[in-house]
């Protein structure tokens, strides 16, 4: 039988619901936190970036 989670905040896997809600509202509006940016890998989007314009110019 399914255990009842206590706590009314989180989910059975153990997600804050009041987080995810916050998170949600800020990218709603267009506010991302930076923890987008730091899982961002800048030289390599940009290598990615010329590669696929060099392919591009190739193609075309």
Do not use: C, L, R, W
């Amino acid at each position: 039988m399914a255990k009842k989670n206590q706590n009314q905040n989180q989910t059975a896997a153990g997600t804050n619901i009041q987080k995810v809600k916050q998170q949600n509202a800020q990218a709603n509006q267009g506010q991302y936190g930076t923890e987008y940016a730091a899982e961002t890998d800048v030289q390599q989007v940009k290598q990615q970036n010329a590669q696929a314009n060099k392919n591009k110019n190739q193609n075309s």
